[in-house]
């Protein structure tokens, strides 16, 4: 095909070469055209110089520039295929690159979560303890005056039966038997006006 295609060439070259000195020798009288019209001593040697040279060329020179125009060609479609797989890798390393973005930031937000969730609980805890902790105390405190209550209670009873006793034996002129009868009876008469009281 490629010798079919150079030996069409090379005839409609040679017979284009040919025909336009014969049109150049036939106007030769005209002088408004002498000066672009060659002589035909000139012409000759240098159409066989350009048909020897045409002819070194079709046959040396011609394959090799072909055959470096096609490893070219084919260098240029290796980029081109090589470009286009490295633009898909590209693509599918962005998807993966999106997804493990979108999962790290679902990760650090279910961390967060479970971070708050563990927060309010310890806080829950804690505000627990420092209830029953505070709870403790007033129970504590309450039982505390309640038994400062009974002592400081007892102590004024025992005051009070004393006194009682006292003021009882200056009355009635005797002196009353201070662990004796009398004086169970004056504390028992405390104990129940205390009752009476509360």
Same mark, same amino acid.
């Given at each position: 095909m490629k010798q079919i295609n150079r030996a069409t060439v090379?005839?409609? @070259?040679?017979?284009?070469?040919?025909?336009?000195?014969?049109?150049?020798?036939?106007?030769?009288?005209? %002088?408004?055209?002498? !000066?672009?019209?060659?002589?035909?001593a000139e012409f000759i040697p240098a159409l066989i110089a350009f048909l020897i !040279?045409?002819?070194v060329l079709a046959k040396f020179a011609w394959p090799?520039?072909?055959s470096m125009m096609d490893e070219r060609g084919k260098r240029i479609q290796e980029s081109l295929d090589e470009a286009e797989t490295t633009k898909k890798r590209a693509i599918a390393s962005r998807k993966e690159y999106d997804e493990?973005?979108?999962?790290?930031?679902?990760?650090?937000?279910? @961390?967060?979560?479970?971070?708050?969730k563990d927060a309010e609980a310890e806080r829950a805890r804690? @505000?627990?303890?420092a209830h029953k902790e505070a709870e403790d105390i007033i129970a504590k405190?309450?039982? %505390?005056?309640?038994?400062e209550r009974n002592a400081i209670y007892a102590a004024a009873a025992a005051s009070i039966a004393d006194l009682s006793v006292?003021?009882?034996?200056?009355?009635?002129?005797?002196?009353?038997?201070?662990?004796?009868?009398?004086?169970?009876? @004056?504390?028992?008469?405390?104990?129940?006006?205390?009752?009476? %009281?509360?």
């Open positions: 090379a005839a409609a @070259i040679s017979s284009f070469v040919l025909a336009v000195p014969a049109q150049a020798f036939a106007e030769e009288s005209s %002088n408004k055209a002498e !000066i672009l019209i060659p002589k035909m !040279i045409w002819v090799q520039i072909l493990l973005v979108t999962d790290a930031r679902r990760k650090s937000a279910d @961390i967060v979560l479970e971070a708050r804690i @505000i627990e303890a405190a309450h039982a %505390n005056a309640e038994d006292s003021v009882a034996s200056k009355i009635v002129g005797e002196t009353l038997d201070q662990d004796g009868e009398q004086r169970r009876l @004056i504390e028992r008469y405390v104990k129940e006006a205390g009752s009476l %009281n509360a």
